[in-house]
């Protein structure tokens, strides 16, 4: 992957991430929140997929608990 597809990536969810999110991403990538989140900052391939997967996971998993809750 390019650095122009991982900032297409980045601009998509950036408005989307959490906090803990950079938690979950340093347990992915096996580093601290703080190197995670710089790793991310940088465009790192590898941090930026695992931001978009935790993101996509996290909208999924609130979308199906409300679907069994709530409607």
Do not use: P, W
Not at 49 to 59: D, F, N, T, V, Y
Request: positive net charge; proline residues 0%.
């Amino acid at each position: 992957m390019n650095i122009i597809d991982t900032d297409r990536i980045k601009g998509q969810i950036k408005r989307k991430i959490k906090s803990g999110d950079y938690i979950t991403l340093g347990r992915m990538i096996n580093c601290n929140k703080e190197t995670a989140r710089s790793r991310y900052r940088r465009c790192n391939t590898e941090a930026v997929l695992a931001m978009q997967k935790i993101i996509k996971s996290r909208e999924f998993l609130i979308s199906e608990f409300k679907k069994q809750h709530y409607n």
